[in-house]
Structure formats: structure tokens, C-alpha cells
């Protein structure tokens, strides 16, 4: 089977993302975190918001002013509907537009695992020159040790990365991050099947 870029793996799978991944409480704490650091209408870039559930609803419904970014636009398409107070830009998280500006906080939550790591350091560098000292970072990721690896993902072709816990703090470290916390859970992706994912909750050094 044929391997697809995101846009086009995340467009065909569209609406199974959001019914297949239903055990959310840990992403859920993590925004319930960044929006605590925040105060009202602070602008949050939400990176690979997909649907945006839940975090750009989530965040929107806390009184903060999100701008979602995406490769899908079946994804946008339905962020957009559910979120309509939101901004959400058609883009490659790789090649932000130069005007999208500055932000008070950045959540990408399983978003940079469809990246290999070395995109994933620039990413994350320019994450942090958006950010001004002390602003909120909530990351997500899964627990391995992957670097642009083959997978399959709802029966799409698609590549991944992953990094060991200690790893994964030391790479959001080097990005200029002080990360206060680590949270872990175990969710089941299919009879007997587990994932460890990670949840970080950094802030701007």
C-alpha cells in the first residue's frame, strides 16, 4: 500500500479519527492546564488542530482566541464548524505563514509525530520564538523510539516518530522549554492493543 502525505491520510480518514479516539482525559487536563496559565482572549496557536475537538473547542469554550493550524482541509472544514469563534489556517506546521504573528500559549497534541525529528527540532525552535518567556506549552506524543518510521494509521499508509520519555524532555529542553511535568497514559488503540502516550507541560524559558 502506497504511503500518503498527512494532508491526504488525514483527509481520508476524517471523521473515524474522532470516533476511534475517545479516551481524551489526559489531553483534556492538559488544556484545562494551558488555559489556567492564560488569561481571557490570551491567542493560542493550536498546531495540527485537526477537528478541533477537543482542544481548540475546548480552549474556545475557555474564553481564549484559538488559530488552528492543519495539513487537512476535511479536518479545517470540520474545526470550522465546531469551533466558529476560531481562526484556522490551511498549512504545514513546517511552513507557518510569516504574518500568523505571536501567541501567549501552543498546544500540539500528536501533531509532530507525523514528522521526522529533525522537522520536529525546527518545529519546536519555532514554537518557541512565537512564544514570549513564561508562556505555556502543553505537547503531546506517544512513548517509542522511531524516527520516520512506516505505519499504518485506520488502514492509511502513513510515517511516524516517537521518542523515549527522558529523550522527548531533553528535545523540548534544547527548544528553549522548561518542562515542569511529564503526565503518562495508557490508552487501548484496539482489543489488546496499547499505547503509552506522553503529555509535557512546558513553558518559554
Sequence with gaps: MEEQTEHVAFDEIGERYDEAFTQRS??????????????PRSRVLDLGCGSGWPTAQQLAEGGLDIVGVDTSARMLEKARERVPSGEFVHADMRELPEDIGR??????FFSLLMLPRA???????????????????????VDGDL?????????????????????????????????????????????????????LYAVAE
Design 26 to 39: 489526559a489531553q483534556i487536563a492538559a488544556g484545562a492546564w494551558l488555559t489556567d496559565r492564560t488569561g
Design 103 to 108: 501567541f501567549d500559549a501552543v498546544t500540539a
Design 119 to 141: 522537522d520536529i527540532d525546527r518545529v519546536l525552535a519555532t514554537v518557541r520564538s512565537l512564544l514570549h518567556p513564561g508562556a505555556p506549552f502543553a505537547l503531546g506524543m
Design 147 to 199: 524516527d520516520d518510521a512506516p505505519g499504518e494509521f485506520f488502514g492509511v499508509q502513513v510515517r511516524f516518530s516517537a521518542y523515549p520519555e527522558d529523550e522527548l524532555i531533553a528535545v523540548v529542553r534544547r527548544a528553549g522549554f522548561t518542562v515542569e511535568t511529564v503526565q503518562r497514559q495508557e490508552i487501548e488503540l484496539s482489543p489488546g492493543e496499547f499505547e503509552d502516550q506522553l503529555y
